[in-house]
């Protein structure tokens, strides 16, 4: 994997790489889930990275995902599928359930788009991450951070993806970060 990341003034373009060097094609929804934390994370064995208090959102009332109604908010720590490859992903579950379903649930409720995104405290800035081509989003783990898993199937052995991105970090609402979105993705 390889990822570039060029900052811009409303956060940063990302576009991540993969090429597949397994010794067997990897299906329609294979994905690779990074973490997003604008607030604090903590990793063992490594430095805690300050916190940014206006970005943690512990109580869970400032998190976002675009679902069938617009932006919606992120309730605990559920899973929303991208409702383009519900289908697929139906089909690799187990009367619905996954290995992780325990940890985090599937929400019934889809994702219409790649977005999740967080308000600052003060409803005065947002942060965000957006991927064009994704197969969930979910959030809300012991460090406040949000999941987006980014699609990179199918990707036959030996062939590469690229996938673009954005990080947002901008003053402004959700409802601007929202518009930024759809400029960027259609």
């Known amino acids: 994997m390889n990822l570039k990341v060029v900052a811009n003034q409303y956060g940063a373009d990302l576009l991540l ?16 889930i990074p973490c997003l934390n604008p607030g604090k994370h903590r990793k063992e064995g490594l430095p805690a990275a300050p916190p ?12 976002w995902y675009l679902g069938p109604h617009g932006l919606e908010p992120l309730i605990a720590r559920d899973i929303h599928f991208n409702c383009s490859f519900r289908d697929a992903i139906d089909r690799e579950s187990m009367d619905g359930k996954f290995v992780f379903s325990n940890k985090w649930p599937t929400w019934t409720g889809d ?3 790649g977005l999740l995104l967080r308000e600052s405290l003060d409803q005065t800035w947002v942060a965000g991450i957006a991927w064009e081509d994704y197969i969930s989003l979910q959030g809300h ?32 609402r959700k409802e601007d970060c929202l518009a930024k979105f759809r400029k960027d993705f259609g």
């Open 52 to 63: 940014t208090s206006a970005f943690l959102d512990k109580a869970q009332e400032r998190t």
């Open 17 to 32: 790489t993969v090429r597949n060097e397994t010794s067997h094609d990897w299906p329609e929804i294979a994905a690779i």
């Open 111 to 113: 994702a219409e788009g």
């Open 141 to 172: 783990n012991p460090w406040t951070c949000m999941h987006q898993s980014v699609r990179v199937g199918p990707l036959r052995r030996n062939d590469s993806r690229q996938v673009s991105g954005k990080i947002y970090l901008f003053e402004g």
